[in-house]
């Protein structure tokens, strides 16, 4: 009986791009967020940070849709008990062993940035750290990753053995998602809502339906991505006025109005990505080169670049007297936040690939 060698699925080139877009974001929200509020408010400068600032809201969620996306489409047709097992254990070593490593860099690091004379370890209030990722303010996204990965196997399982589940897994995700959150907003909170995989699993959802019909998501996404294009830039116009109309008109939405805004907002960027990066790839291949070498190190990046963040805000003096200087100032805090972290990922990429590569054996007596 001969063995069929499984065909791997082709590598979806444009989501790296996306990730580059969404590392961006990142960057943009951590850099310009003193500038929203130490700025006066209604100012020029004041609005163009705020504007930044939100427009680039969609980077979890969209980071999170990728994770959905790219697991579904690729276990799709390989994932039985052995694979369950492998899952695991890859993402252990991806995603647990990293956050305890810099979990504990934070826990360290924070010290000696603010109170370096009490530099200490104690390993009771660093476990109390863990749980909800206190050790820093950005790595609660890793929290929320490892519990879709804990209930991943289950949803694969499931739109294995009902094929109405994997039909409709787009809307089930978004009752999941709509219904638990009612019961939060109107009968009880839940506890460290944010960092509960609940409060993201229309995105992760979403992802999960792209992956298992990506040729005829992109299909229909080449066919309509004039209207949607042209959505995505109102409800960006929309989430960006909220906040101006909070500040200036102290117009406040209730809880539910800025849910809807911010993931409707967040879906809709995350179809224009993935659109504009696949004409991207076809056309500008500079960019996309560029892009690409920065989506494949983005999970570094994300890692790293508060570390240089706070040491940029707490080393490089703040120039007074010209809304000039500030600008630079601040956009310096970005390149800094973006630059060193990528060329630290990319130098250790490339000394771990040449530690990897086994010697070449020579024949006895060439």
């Given at each position: ?14 989501l ?9 974001a990142?960057l943009?929200?951590?850099a310009t ?36 996306l ?11 008990g052995?694979?369950a097992l ?5 993402r252990v070593r ?7 490593i ?21 390993a009771?209030?660093?476990?109390e750290?863990?749980p909800?990722?206190d050790a820093s303010?950005?790595l609660?996204f ?6 879709f990965y804990?209930i991943f196997?289950?949803l694969?399982?499931?739109c294995?053995?009902w ?8 809307w ?7 219904g638990?959150?009612a ?8 506890d460290?809502?944010?960092?509960l995989?609940?409060n ?19 299909g ?6 004039a ?31 800025y849910?809807?805004?911010f ?5 809709f960027?995350?179809m224009?990505l ?33 570390a240089v963040?706070t ?7 703040l ?5 000039a ?8 805090a970005?390149l ?20 990897r590569?086994?010697p070449?054996r ?5």
């Amino acid at each position: 009986m001969t063995n069929v060698k499984k065909i791997s699925k082709p590598k979806l080139l444009e989501l790296d791009l996306v990730r580059a877009a969404a590392i961006l974001a990142v960057l943009i929200i951590h850099a310009t967020a003193d500038a929203t509020v130490e700025l006066a408010f209604g100012s020029g400068s004041q609005a163009m940070y705020l504007t930044l600032n939100k427009l680039s809201n969609f980077a979890v969620p969209v980071f999170i849709l990728l994770s959905g996306l790219v697991l579904f489409y690729r276990y799709q047709d390989d994932f039985g008990g052995k694979q369950a097992l492998l899952f695991y254990v890859r993402r252990v070593r991806q995603v647990l062993f990293p956050y305890l490593i810099w979990s504990l860099f934070y826990y360290l690091y924070n010290q000696w940035i603010y109170d370096r004379a009490r530099l200490h370890f104690d390993a009771a209030e660093f476990g109390e750290l863990l749980p909800w990722a206190d050790a820093s303010y950005h790595l609660y996204f890793m929290i929320i990753i490892v519990q879709f990965y804990l209930i991943f196997p289950l949803l694969m399982w499931m739109c294995k053995a009902w094929p109405s589940f994997r039909r409709y897994l787009v809307w089930i995700g978004l009752a999941v998602h709509a219904g638990l959150y009612a019961y939060h907003y109107w009968v009880r909170p839940f506890d460290h809502m944010a960092s509960l995989c609940i409060n993201y699993f229309s995105m992760f959802a979403l992802g999960g339906w792209m992956g298992l019909y990506y040729e005829r998501f992109s299909g229909w996404l080449r066919a309509n991505f004039a209207w949607v294009s042209t959505l995505t830039l109102l409800i960006g116009c929309a989430f960006v006025g909220l906040f101006v109309a909070e500040g200036r008109f102290r117009l406040q939405l209730p809880g539910y109005g800025y849910q809807l805004l911010f993931f409707g907002y967040a879906a809709f960027v995350s179809m224009t990505l993935i659109r504009l990066c696949q004409i991207a790839l076809a056309r500008w291949k500079l960019i996309s080169r560029l892009l690409t070498g920065l989506g494949a190190v983005s999970f570094g990046v994300y890692l790293m670049h508060p570390a240089v963040l706070t040491y940029y805000k707490t080393h490089v003096t703040l120039p007074g007297g010209s809304i000039a200087m500030y600008h630079a100032y601040t956009f310096g805090a970005f390149l800094a936040s973006l630059i060193v972290p990528w060329v630290l990922v990319y130098a250790y990429g490339r000394i771990m690939k040449l530690l990897r590569k086994k010697p070449v054996r020579t024949k006895a007596g060439a």
